[in-house]
């Protein structure tokens, strides 16, 4: 059985390669099977373009938004689906010093595309903590991974494209011009198992969410003081994140909910009630980049994005995909052999 590529894994990463491949005509199989600590599945799924400790532009924020929300408008459509949502993202300033921070960023002309300052009568009207007023991120949004993932799982394997299963490292054969996996041949094997793949350079990072409900809250919007909190609808929302470098596969702990509850508290002045409670591991690289390209013959990574996967998936996947199939340059700073 021959196809063109196989994949291992389908996170973000792994999800939106095989899409960007399907959409080109490349022939795809993935092997994916979920476990815990898959960062996917707990995500909040925040696209936001702005690093909001010092209120400039993420890494090429000016390109890859506009990227992303069209890949993932269309794919949305073509999947008969609603999974993004445009939302503004408003800050919260807690001292003098952010609203003299966005003041600058203002006047900035790389980050004044994203960052405002008007009236937010929704949030003044909350029970929200914000004495020195606030600034809004737009154009932001909100991509529902989770559901995301299940439609594409249900057309994977309505045309025989997905095995749910782990591929042990025995049944990858490899010569120098193809990959072989039990029956299936396939010109290239492209892993993307994030924070559960050896890749160098790689750091897993653990953050934790919760999901709570405020009867006192009524937000179309995000915010964002300490912590953000995502409308999900019917009540809910969902609130984070935590960031932990060690014991990352531990699950969720009360230590880290005691920390996300005392920081909502201080944002939101309302009763709340806690619905869920999830814990992720997020493949990040040394130096905050993505990591892709060629690993030996017939192999190649797509890994790292982080905590900005949703927003970085789309680019870098069309990248690594020009560069497998059409021989093109991989750019120097998401090249995995920089970690070498």
């Keep these: 059985m021959h196809t063109d590529v196989l994949i291992l894994g389908r996170g973000i990463a792994g999800a939106v390669l095989a899409e960007t491949l399907r959409q080109r005509g490349v022939r795809v199989h993935v092997f994916d099977r979920k476990r815990p600590g898959n960062a ?29 929300q069209g890949f993932y408008t269309a794919w949305q459509q073509r999947l008969g689906i609603t999974c993004w949502q445009e939302l503004p ?3 919260l300033f807690p001292t003098p010093r952010e609203v003299d921070q966005w003041q600058r960023a203002l006047q900035d002309p790389a980050s004044a595309p994203f960052v405002h300052r008007h009236p937010e009568p929704e949030v003044d009207a909350a029970p929200i903590a914000a004495p020195h007023g606030y600034g809004t991120v737009w154009p932001a949004a909100w991509l529902d991974v989770p559901a995301l993932l299940e439609a594409q799982r249900q057309q994977l ?4 494209q997905l095995t749910e299963a782990d591929v042990a ?27 559960f793949g050896d890749v160098p350079g790689l750091v897993p990072v653990k953050g934790e969410t919760l999901v709570v409900r405020i009867p006192g809250l009524q ?13 999900l609808g019917r009540g809910l929302y969902r609130v984070g994140a935590t960031f932990k470098w060690d014991d990352v596969f531990a699950g969720p702990t009360d230590e880290a909910r005691a920390w996300l509850l005392e920081r909502l508290q201080a944002l939101v002045q309302a009763p709340v009630q806690v619905v869920d409670h ?8 040394q130096d905050r980049r993505p990591l892709l390209g060629i690993t030996g013959p017939a192999q190649a990574v797509f890994n790292g994005l982080g905590s900005r996967g949703v927003l970085l998936a789309p680019w ?21 052999a920089r970690s070498f």
Aim: aromatic share 2%; glycine share 8%; proline share 9%.
């Design 316 to 336: 870098c996947a069309q990248h690594l995909a020009a560069h497998l199939l059409d021989g093109a340059a991989l750019d120097p700073e998401v090249d995995v």
């Design 40 to 68: 996917s599945m707990a995500a909040g799924g925040v696209v936001n373009p702005v690093v909001l400790r010092r209120d400039v532009p993420s890494w090429r924020a000016a390109q890859l938004l506009p990227l992303a």
């Design 157 to 160: 394997l309505a045309a025989g």
């Design 89 to 91: 993202l408003v800050k």
């Design 169 to 195: 490292p025995e049944e990858i054969i490899i010569t120098p011009d193809q990959v072989r996996i039990g029956e299936l041949q396939a010109r290239w094997l492209v892993r993307c198992e994030g924070p």
């Design 278 to 285: 999830a814990a992720g591991v997020r493949p990040t690289a």
């Design 219 to 231: 937000l179309s919007r995000m915010v964002h003081r300490g912590v953000f909190v995502l409308p």
